[in-house]
């Protein structure tokens, strides 16, 4: 009889406790009050919503019908949208912590080496501590004035194959001005990053336009990220992985050179690069709160060649083709670069300072032709913003075409 008292008291306890997480759970959804959005399917959630049109076509009618603050869900992500200037302030100034977090991806775990490079990397203390190392040590006014000559050499060489090919060829040839600004600015990277010039810079640079054509895609997987299965049925991945395998060993044949020699004035001016700072650092990292690995170096030099080099093209880029739709602007700021260089043979970057037009211009470009879109950020915690609940791991997405907003 003590026996069936004691199980009869126990399972009252089971019945007990599990009534009341249950009232409790329900409780909690009641105080949870989602954004509003369109409603969800099954396992898709709101990705039909996204079909037949351009996805940020479709978030424009889609926010001009829910609202400023908008609720997705893509798959297994969920996704805010925000198209008000004063909710996005929320975002990214009031609660900026608590959005400081990236999401993962197929393409960003592979090319950064599981997320260990600066833009990427997870909020917590190896991302405080490579932050302040580069703002000190990588990208400190001393650092960049350093690699002034390789930019002036650059641009000879630049001219100089413009040249080339307009005598071979006569003036009336066509240059394929895109590739060379391409080749042009990564080159300034690569140099500026390794050191001296290496006989596989120009197949590194290659394999380094493969590799962010690849990362640039979508891969529906990042959306399902429990469904192993497709992940593993990716081909974007497998090929990702092939690409980026050809840069991971030149890199690290670099870092091989730099460490025999010393870490110390390996370049081709006698000057510290970025790759000599970094493994200076990670010889000594024993101190730092978080030690640094060789994949914690590749990464964050990986993230430096990709970001500079491409966004530094693809701006130049633009701006060229804006000044040949508007041939009155293009002569201002010929007329400016004749005066301010007439009579010289030799010019310091300090005189670049006076081509005031030319970097309005340039300010232009920035504003109309973004190089890359804002940096993704994820919900590190569930918050409320403007009366609603943001989920934990939820991304959010800014946009607004409205004028008036212009001035926020």
């Known amino acids: 009889m003590e026996t069936y008292s004691g199980l009869f008291n126990i399972i009252s306890l089971l019945l007990f406790f599990s009534s009341l997480v249950i009232i409790l759970v329900r409780r909690n959804k009641r105080q949870t009050r989602l954004p509003p959005g369109p409603w969800r399917l099954p396992l898709i959630g709101s990705l039909h919503r996204l079909t037949g049109a351009l996805p940020h076509h479709s978030l424009r009618n889609l926010a001009q019908r829910y609202g400023p603050l908008m609720y997705l869900q893509l798959g297994q992500v969920p996704m805010v949208v925000i198209s008000s200037p004063a909710i996005a302030k929320q975002v990214l100034k009031t609660h900026?912590?608590?959005?400081?977090?990236?999401?993962?991806?197929?393409?960003?775990?592979?090319?950064?080496?599981?997320?260990?490079?600066?833009?990427?990397?997870?909020?917590?203390?190896?991302?405080?501590?490579m932050r302040k190392t580069s703002m000190v040590q990588l990208f400190?006014?001393?650092?960049?004035?350093?690699?002034?000559?390789?930019?002036?050499?650059?641009?000879?060489?630049?001219?100089?194959?413009?040249?080339?090919?307009?005598?071979?060829?006569?003036?009336?040839?066509?240059?394929?001005?895109?590739?060379?600004?391409?080749?042009?600015?990564?080159?300034?990277?690569?140099r500026s990053v390794f050191g001296l010039i290496s006989e596989d810079q120009d197949e590194f640079i290659a394999n380094l336009k493969e590799v962010l054509l690849l990362s640039g895609g979508f891969d529906v997987a990042d959306l399902f990220a429990s469904w192993k299965l497709l992940h593993k049925m990716s081909s974007a991945k497998s090929k990702l992985v092939n690409a980026h395998g050809k840069v991971d060993a030149f890199i690290e044949d670099i870092l091989k050179k730099h460490t025999k020699n010393g870490n110390k004035g390996n370049g081709e001016f006698g000057d510290e690069h970025l790759v000599d700072v970094l493994l200076g650092i990670k010889e000594n990292s024993a101190q730092l709160q978080c030690p640094i690995i060789n994949d914690d170096v590749k990464a964050v030099l990986f993230g430096i060649i990709a970001g500079g080099a491409d966004t530094s093209s693809t701006i130049i880029i633009w701006m060229l083709s804006?000044?040949?739709?508007?041939?009155?602007?293009?002569?201002?700021?010929?007329?400016?670069?004749?005066?301010?260089?007439?009579?010289?043979?030799?010019?310091?970057?300090?005189?670049?300072?006076?081509?005031?037009?030319?970097?309005?211009?340039?300010?232009?470009?920035?504003?109309?032709?973004?190089?890359?879109?804002?940096?993704?950020?994820?919900?590190?915690?569930?918050?409320?913003?403007?009366?609603?609940?943001?989920?934990?791991?939820?991304?959010?997405?800014?946009?607004?075409?409205?004028?008036?907003?212009?001035?926020?």
């Open 96 to 129: 900026d912590l608590a959005f400081a977090n990236r999401p993962e991806s197929t393409s960003t775990t592979i090319i950064f080496y599981n997320n260990k490079d600066l833009a990427f990397s997870p909020y917590g203390n190896y991302w405080r501590q």
């Open 140 to 190: 400190s006014a001393k650092m960049v004035k350093t690699f002034s000559a390789i930019r002036k050499d650059e641009l000879s060489s630049l001219l100089s194959s413009i040249r080339n090919s307009m005598s071979m060829t006569g003036t009336s040839t066509v240059i394929n001005i895109t590739e060379k600004i391409i080749w042009f600015t990564s080159s300034i990277i690569c």
């Open 322 to 408: 804006e000044l040949m739709k508007n041939p009155n602007n293009m002569a201002k700021a010929q007329r400016e670069v004749r005066q301010v260089f007439q009579g010289m043979k030799n010019y310091d970057e300090g005189d670049l300072e006076k081509l005031t037009y030319l970097k309005l211009v340039i300010k232009e470009t920035l504003r109309l032709y973004p190089s890359i879109p804002l940096v993704p950020r994820e919900c590190r915690e569930q918050i409320d913003i403007d009366g609603y609940t943001i989920p934990h791991k939820t991304n959010p997405q800014r946009f607004w075409d409205d004028l008036k907003h212009t001035g926020d």
